[in-house]
C-alpha cells in the first residue's frame, strides 16, 4: 500500500474561493506530480517537481500554482476557484531509483465548483 | 499529440472471459510499459509492467504481451472476474533525467459481468 496521501477527499465551493488541496508522501520520493483527471478517465500532468525548490508546469496548462518547500509535502492551490476548475485531482510521486515508469498515486481530491 | 494510444474505450466481457486491451506507440526511446488499474474513488495503481527485452510476461490472471517491431503492447485478463471491472490505463517512458516522462493512454473501462 502507498503513502501517499491526499486531502480533502471532496470539497465544494463557490466560485472565486481560494483553495488548497494537500499531497503528503512518507516514501522519500524525490519526484511528485499532479494530475487532473477529466470525468471520462483520462489523465492530464499538470505539475511535477524533481525535489525541494524545484516545480515545473506539466502538459496540460492549469491556473493553479504549487510549491515544494519539504520532500514530502507537494500541495496545490488555486487562488480563485472557478466552475470550470471542477474536477478529480491525483498526487502521485516516484522514487529515483527502480523502474522509471513506477507511480504511487492517492486516493484524489475531488473538487466541485459552484 | 498522444504518445500512447489506447482502445477500447470501454469493454464489457462475460465472468470467465478474456479481456484484452491494446495500446500502441510511436516513440522507440520508450524503455517500460506498464500498466495501472483504478478502482471508483481511488487513484491509479501499478498493475504489471514489462520492458521490450521480453515478448511477454505473466502475473497470474494478468499477462502483458509486447511487440517491439510493430510498437504494440496489450493487457490479457484471463478469467475475468466482477472485481477486475476498473479503468485500466497503459503507459510508456523512457529513461529521462527529468520528472514527466511517463506518458499514460486515455484508459479504458473495463465492465465483466457476472
Known amino acids: 500500500e502507498a503513502d501517499i496521501y491526499q486531502t480533502p477527499r471532496y470539497l465544494v465551493i463557490g466560485t472565486g474561493k481560494k483553495i488548497t488541496l494537500e499531497c503528503s508522501q512518507t516514501?522519500?520520493?524525490?519526484?511528485m506530480y499532479w494530475y487532473q483527471q477529466d470525468p471520462g478517465m483520462e489523465l492530464h500532468l499538470i505539475h511535477y517537481?524533481?525535489?525541494?525548490?524545484?516545480?515545473e508546469k506539466g502538459d496540460l496548462s492549469s491556473e493553479s500554482t504549487v510549491s515544494r518547500i519539504r520532500t514530502e509535502h507537494f500541495p496545490l492551490t488555486l487562488e480563485s476557484a472557478r466552475p470550470s476548475h471542477t474536477s478529480q485531482y491525483l498526487c502521485?510521486?516516484?522514487?529515483?531509483?527502480?523502474?522509471?515508469?513506477?507511480?504511487?498515486f492517492g486516493e484524489g481530491s475531488r473538487l466541485t465548483v459552484l | 499529440q498522444q504518445q500512447v494510444k489506447q482502445s477500447p474505450q470501454s469493454l464489457i466481457v462475460q465472468k470467465g472471459g478474456i479481456s484484452i486491451i491494446n495500446c500502441a506507440y510511436e516513440?522507440?526511446?520508450?524503455?517500460?510499459f506498464p500498466w495501472y488499474q483504478q478502482f471508483p474513488g481511488k487513484g491509479p495503481a501499478l498493475l504489471i509492467a514489462?520492458?521490450?527485452?521480453?515478448s511477454e510476461k505473466k502475473e497470474g490472471r494478468f499477462t502483458i504481451s509486447f511487440n517491439k517491431s510493430a510498437k504494440q503492447f496489450s493487457l490479457h485478463i484471463m478469467d475475468s472476474q466482477p472485481g477486475d471491472s476498473a479503468t485500466y490505463f497503459c503507459?510508456?517512458?523512457?529513461?529521462?533525467?527529468?520528472?514527466?516522462?511517463?506518458?499514460f493512454g486515455t484508459g479504458t473501462r473495463l465492465t465483466v459481468i457476472p
Open positions: 516513440n522507440t526511446a520508450f524503455d517500460y
Open positions: 516514501m522519500g520520493h524525490d519526484k
Open positions: 514489462i520492458r521490450p527485452d521480453v
Open positions: 502521485a510521486s516516484s522514487g529515483t531509483g527502480g523502474n522509471t515508469g513506477e507511480l504511487f
Open positions: 517537481s524533481y525535489g525541494v525548490n524545484s516545480t
Open positions: 503507459a510508456a517512458s523512457r529513461k529521462f533525467a527529468g520528472a514527466n516522462n511517463l506518458f
